[in-house]
């Protein structure tokens, strides 16, 4: 019942934004034509929809993934970087403003999911009862929403406001750098920073140093690679300093910021940067 009510908003959700954005270019031909390519487009931002939520619910199903890796929340972790290459795939083939649709979609439907939890203690339940174990506290209880709606916002916020390239770094950052900054700080230990308990040197170095991977494999600056996995790190740490922050938003759209602000300040005062070029083109 939940994956139906789920894609069914996700679908809905899809036909509204078609239907006001109009993004596609219907032409001049003939009405039915035109009717016909907006039924398509929606079903299309309806199909993507579905896909990212339905995975949800898949790697929700694996309790393998909690018995095994408890301790680092496997499961959570599987369903993170699943749904990043998802989506990281479908804004790589298709057009950017389907893109964009079918990611802002996609954070409605999930918005609209958190809302029928507060309204239905039923559907919290139920809610819970496949999820739970993939949540952190604060998330089981309805104080925050699920980081799936934090990365879903940081992706589209990153397809809307920056040049593709800077916006695939910021995804790709929330995607791989994010999780194993996690998993570096639970492996690894060390002293925390600033006195925050989920936030430790180790991996702060560790979200760096895989920043500055992702950066090398898109990039061809050796600066550049320093400045993203700078800003990966400075960007996840952020998360959490406000409780409407969440690491899951500000590694991906956080990053983009930090990039693009000190490319802007550079360039502010004269001063010409070439691996900002190569970032920002």
Known sequence: MQLAFTIAAAVLVGAVLVAVFDPWRWGEGPEAVALGNRLFGTLQVGAICGTVIGLQYGV???????????????????QHVASGVIILFLFHVLPLQTSQLALGASVVAFALVQLARHLSTEMDEQ???????????????????????????????????????????????STFADPLAAVGGLCLGGPQLFGRSNKTLSGSATCCLAGGALAAAALDAVAACLACGAAAALSEFSGGIWWYLDDNLTAS?????????????????GFESPAFNVILR
Not at 60 to 78: E, H, P
Not at 145 to 169: D, E, I, K, W
């Open 60 to 78: 929700a199903g694996m309790d393998s993934l909690t018995r095994v890796g408890k301790r680092l929340n496997l499961q959570r972790k599987v």
């Open 127 to 173: 809610f819970l009862a496949l999820f739970g174990p993939m949540l952190k506290e604060e998330e089981r209880q309805g104080i925050r929403p699920p980081a799936a709606v934090h990365f879903l916002t940081g992706c589209f916020l990153c397809s809307v406001t920056f040049p593709r390239q800077l916006a695939v770094l910021g995804m790709m950052t």
């Open 253 to 269: 759209f956080g990053t983009g910021l930090v990039l693009s602000g000190a490319g802007a300040a550079l360039a502010s005062v």
